[in-house]
């Protein structure tokens, strides 16, 4: 069974920080690529930020330059450190995993809240 868990997610001030995290357990497999998506009000799922299994990112350009993208290959974890957060970045976040041989899990997601 695969199972993600989500957190860091929260209220902010504009100009502030977060970091989001997402725990992967994935027994019997090996995760590869590992990223953040965001759906904000009314509007689709966009994505934020990827990382291969070598470290390689990939982030969208409305973040980069304030995000960054890392993870723990031994914890299977991924995490995303959040700075100068502007409103627009008010969303939900949701992590997603590829593992083994072409399956995806998608995480529960967490608010991340900006307020001007």
């Known amino acids: 069974q695969v199972q993600l868990v989500e957190s860091g997610g929260g209220l902010v001030q504009a100009g502030g920080s977060l970091t989001l995290s997402c725990a992967a357990s994935v027994s019997g497999f090996s995760t590869n690529a590992m990223g953040w998506y965001r759906q904000g009000p009314g509007k689709q799922r966009e994505l934020v930020a990827t990382?291969?299994?070598?470290?390689?990112?990939n982030l969208s350009d409305s973040v980069q330059g304030r995000f960054t993208i890392s993870r723990d290959n031994a914890k299977n974890t991924v995490y995303l450190q959040m700075n100068s957060l502007k409103p627009e970045d008010t969303a939900v976040y949701y992590c997603?995993?590829?593992?083994?041989?072409?399956?995806?899990?998608w995480g529960q997601g967490t608010q991340v809240t900006v307020s001007s």
């Open positions: 997603n995993v590829n593992y083994g041989f072409g399956n995806e899990v």
């Open positions: 990382i291969t299994r070598g470290g390689r990112t």
